[in-house]
């Protein structure tokens, strides 16, 4: 299993300023994914990032709004650029591992981090 | 593109009784389902996984089924208990996908004592 903590757990940001959120696993991981959440949705994937190379970012979501970094095997920034109040939502850390029950991959969270934009 | 569907509406279940959520999806058969529990505030977490091959999975109170000519998985807590309450969500991986899961919205589950 793994230990994922994320900073900050929550924020109120105002229009067109940034915010940084980090994802700290407790083991070295190769995958580790960003999710958005909005009330009573389904969780939507912004991007893969894997060390190493570039983030892998899905239909919807672009590098200049959320770029990520992934320095190293146990961690990760996701930036959210020039926000609006349309980026108010959960933002969730992700790894993704062998499980105990299986050899399939069961992902892992982190608390979250929510965030209020003004 | 693939769609998950779970019941949006909260299911309200007596303590003590089995309570039953439900995963649909569209189009091809997944690799695996997956469940997972969501408390407020916090990020999922993994309960119970079952493959494509097969019908049943059993863990201590829970158990899943999944029939692919249905394009359907059942997910039972029998026995319930107050501190079962919680979101419960589904989410699939395709054999297409590059490790991607598809997740469904969830249902919330609430056990009244």
């Known amino acids: 299993s793994a230990v994922i903590s994320q900073k900050p757990s929550r924020d109120i940001c105002q229009r067109g300023t940034s915010l940084t959120i980090q994802c700290q696993v407790d083991?070295?991981?190769?995958?580790m994914f960003w999710y958005r959440q909005q009330p009573g949705q389904s969780l939507t994937l912004i991007a893969t990032a894997n060390q190493g190379s570039e983030a892998t970012y899905e239909s919807g979501f672009v590098i200049d709004k959320f770029p990520i970094s992934r320095p190293n095997l146990t961690f990760s920034t996701l930036t959210v650029s020039n926000m609006s109040p349309e980026d108010s939502s959960i933002y969730l850390c992700s790894v993704g591992l062998a499980g105990v029950q299986s050899s399939y991959n069961e992902q892992f969270f982190g608390p979250g981090t929510r965030l209020t934009v003004l | 593109s693939q769609k998950i569907e779970q019941n949006s509406e909260a299911l309200n279940i007596q303590e003590g009784k089995t309570a039953t959520l439900t995963c649909n999806y569209t189009?091809?058969?997944?690799?695996?389902l997956q469940w997972y529990r969501q408390d407020p505030g916090r990020g999922p977490v993994f309960l119970l996984l079952i493959r494509e091959n097969e019908k049943e999975k059993r863990k201590e109170r829970l158990k899943v089924t999944f029939d692919t000519t249905l394009k359907q998985s059942l997910f039972h807590i029998t026995a319930s208990q107050p501190a079962d309450s919680a979101t419960y969500l589904c989410a699939l991986r395709f054999m297409d996908s590059n490790y991607q899961l598809i997740w469904g919205a969830g249902t919330k589950l609430i056990i009244k004592p």
């Open positions: 189009n091809y058969s997944p690799a695996y």
């Open positions: 083991s070295q991981v190769t995958m």
